[in-house]
C-alpha cells in the first residue's frame, strides 16, 4: 500500500479510538495488518497477542468464524470479553475488519474471572486481573452507538481502499501501456503482444484484430488473445456493416454493447459458443488511413468505465501509428523502387529498338509492382485487325481478347466519345471485376487503353502516378515508331527532369531555379559556352544518383559534373585529379547554389561541407548577395488576396487537376471554375497555370481572405 494511504487509514483509527475510547486495529482474516494498534490496552493485547501472532492464531480463528458479515458486530470470545467486529467491504480487496475492544458486562466480571484462571498461565494472572477491572463497560445504548460509528468509519475506510487501489492499478496499467512502445513492431509477434495487453489493461475475457486487404471484401480475424480451442475466433470473417464489428469496419467509429449476449447483432460471438456481456471495438485508422478493428470482450463484467474505454482508445492509437509507420516505411520503399523502375524503363525506351519487345518488357515489369489480377495494355493498330493485347499472363487470352473486343466496342467506334471520355482514369465493372483504365492518348488522339484491377483503394491512390508516367513512356515510344527518330541526351534529360514534376514537383522546380542560378554565375565570370551548357544540363539531375544515370548516358560530361557535385557534397573534394578538374570547378558551383536553394543567403556558406578557394567563393558571395538585394527591390502591391475558394482552386491547379475535374471535385459549374480561375490569374500577376505553379513553388502562397 502507498504510505499515503496508509497514513489516511491510521489517522481515522487513531481519531476514532480515541472517540469510542477502545482499542482498534484494521487487518484481514490472515492478520495482515493494514494499521498499527490504536489506544492500545493490555487486554486487548493479552486476548489478541499483539506483540506478535500468537500459536493459537486467535485472530484468524475469530475473523474465520464472522468472515461474511455485513454489517458491524459484538463478538463475545469464550473467555466472556467482546469484541466489536466492523467489516470493511470494497471493490477490489478482499476483507478487511476493524477490530475494537475489549468489553465486558459488570454483571460477569466474577464468571469471566474464574475462567481466565482456569484457563490461562498462571504467571499471566495478576495481568488479565488488571485488565479484567480496567475494561471498559458500556449500556447497550452505548454500545448501539459505537457500532454506528465502527460502520462509517469502516466505510471511509473502503472508499481510501478503493481509491488506492485505483490509483495502483492505473498507474500499472499505465506501465502496461508503455510497454508497447519498447516493443520491436517489425516483430511477427507484435499484435499479439499487443493485444495481450490491451486485454489485461481493458480486464477482458477476450480480444482480437480482423483487417481485410481489399475493399468490399469481408473483414477477417487474424490474432486473437484469450480463447480456447472450442471458442475459436482466428480466421473467422464478417463483412462490412455486418454485426457489431461489421458497424465499427463500416463506420469508423468505436463501438460499445452492453447486454450483448441479447442483442442479435452478436451473432458473430453467439454462434461460436461465446456469450459476451459487454463488448468493445475499436476503428485502427491514422490519417485517413484504415487498417481494421481492434475489440474485445468479457462473459462476466456488466459494464466498462469511461475510464477504462479511454485507456483502450490509447492502445489502439498506438497500433493504428505503428501500422501507419510501418506502412509508409513499406510505401516509401515501394515508391522508390518504382522511381527507379520508372528510370529504369525510361532508357530502354530510348536503347530497346523493338517496339514489342519493349511493351511487353513493360507490362512485365508494371506487374511485379501492381500485382495484379488483371493487367493489360492494349493498342489500337488502326488498321481494322482488332486490339493489339499486351499483358503479362500467358493462360487467360480468351478473357483478354473478350476484354480487347468489349474496350474497342466502348471507346474506338467512330459512333463513340472515344478521347472526349478519357480526360482522366475510369473506374469500370466488366465480368464481374472492378477494373480502372488508363487512357494512352496523343494529341486528342486515343491510341490504347491500360487497364488494372487493384487490390484496394491505397493501392490505386500508390501506382496511379506511376501508371500515368507510364502513359507517356508507351506516347513517347509509339511516336518514336511513327517518326522513325531517336532520343538525343538532351531530350533524355528533358524526360527524366519532367518526370519529377509526377514524383516529386519541388524538386523540378528547385532543378530549374538552379539552372537559372548556375547558368547566370557562369555568365558572370566570363567561362565558355560549353560549361555553361554543361550544368545547365546537370542542374536539372541533381535529384538523380550519379551511377543511374551513367546507364543512360555513360561516363560523358554531365555524369562526371555530378559525380563531382555528390563528392562535395559528401565533404570529399577530387580536385587536382588529373582530367577532372574542370568537372570539380562545375561541382563545387552545383553545390554552392544548390546550398543557397535550400538554406538560404545567411546559412548556405556555414554550411559548406567542404572549403572552396577564395577565387571561387567570394564572386559566388557577391553574386548571391546581389541576387538577394534585387529580390529585396521594393515589389508592386498585390492586386488582392485570394479567397479560401480562390485557394482551394489552385490548390486543384497545383495537383494537375482541369477545369472539369476541379468543378466536379467543389460541386460547382465549369463556368464558375473559369471564372475563378481568371481572378486568380489576375491576382497572381500571371497568365497561365504553368507561371501559376511556378510562381507558387518560388513563393509562400497568398492569405485568403479572413470572413468577418
Known sequence: MKKKAAVHLQSLQNAYSSLCGLTMVVTNQEDERLTEPSGLSEGLGLLLKFQGKSLEKAIPNILTKVKDIQKPIVYETSSGF?????????????????????????????????????????????AWKRSLHGARVYTMERIRLILNQL?????????????????????????????????????????QGVLAIFNRVMGLEFTGYATNDLDGEPFRVTETVGLNADHALLGASFYPGEGYLGQVGLSKQMGYWEKADRDPRASFFTGRGIQPKVVICYPIKHQNQFFGVLFGGSTSIPEISEELADMGMLVATQISSALYALN?????????????????????????????????????????????AFLCLLLDPQDGGGMKIYTPFNDHTEDYSAYA?????????????????????????????????????????????????????LQQEECTPFLNAINVLVVTK?????????????????????????????????????????????QELNRPNDEIELIGKASLLTEYNPELLSKYFGDSPVVLVLRQFQACKAGRSEEGTPGLEPYAFLGKVLLIMSLYLEKGEKDWKATLPVSLQESLLLPADHFLHSLSMETMEPQPEAKGRLTAREEEILTHIMQGLNNKDIAEKLFISVHTVKNHITKIYEKLGVSGRVQAISQMYQSPLPEPNKKR
Open 82 to 126: 467482546k469484541l466489536l467486529i466492523a467489516p470493511i467491504i470494497t471493490k477490489q480487496y478482499m476483507p478487511y475488519f476493524i477490530l475494537a475492544g475489549v468489553l465486558v458486562e459488570e454483571n460477569t466480571k466474577e464468571l469471566v474471572e474464574g475462567i481466565v484462571y482456569q484457563s490461562k498461565p498462571l504467571e499471566e494472572h495478576e
Open 151 to 191: 460502520e462509517e468509519l469502516a466505510e471511509i475506510m473502503g472508499i481510501l481502499l478503493d481509491q488506492e487501489k485505483e490509483e495502483n492499478n492505473y498507474a500499472y496499467k499505465l506501465q502496461l501501456m508503455n510497454l508497447i512502445h519498447l516493443m520491436d513492431a517489425d516483430s511477427p509477434t507484435w499484435l
Open 328 to 372: 509508409k516505411e513499406t510505401s516509401s520503399e515501394r515508391r522508390r523502387i518504382r522511381i527507379q523502375t520508372f528510370h529504369e524503363l525510361a532508357q530502354a525506351a530510348v536503347v530497346i529498338k523493338e517496339k514489342e519487345i519493349f511493351l511487353q518488357m513493360l507490362i512485365k515489369s508494371i506487374q511485379q509492382h501492381i500485382d495484379s
Open 405 to 457: 473486343a468489349d474496350v474497342e466496342a466502348a471507346y474506338f467506334r467512330e459512333d463513340k466519345p472515344g478521347v472526349i471520355m478519357f480526360r482522366r482514369p475510369i473506374q469500370r465493372q466488366w465480368e464481374g471485376r472492378g477494373l480502372v483504365e488508363f487512357p494512352i492518348a496523343y494529341e486528342q488522339r486515343l491510341l490504347g487503353v491500360m487497364a488494372v484491377h487493384f487490390n484496394n483503394g
Open 478 to 522: 509509339l511516336q518514336l515508331e511513327t517518326t522513325n527518330v531517336s532520343f538525343s541526351n538532351a531530350d533524355i534529360i528533358s524526360l527524366l527532369h519532367d518526370n519529377l514534376l509526377i514524383w516529386n514537383p519541388e524538386a523540378h522546380h528547385r532543378g530549374v531555379r538552379a539552372r537559372e542560378l548556375t547558368i547566370g554565375f557562369l
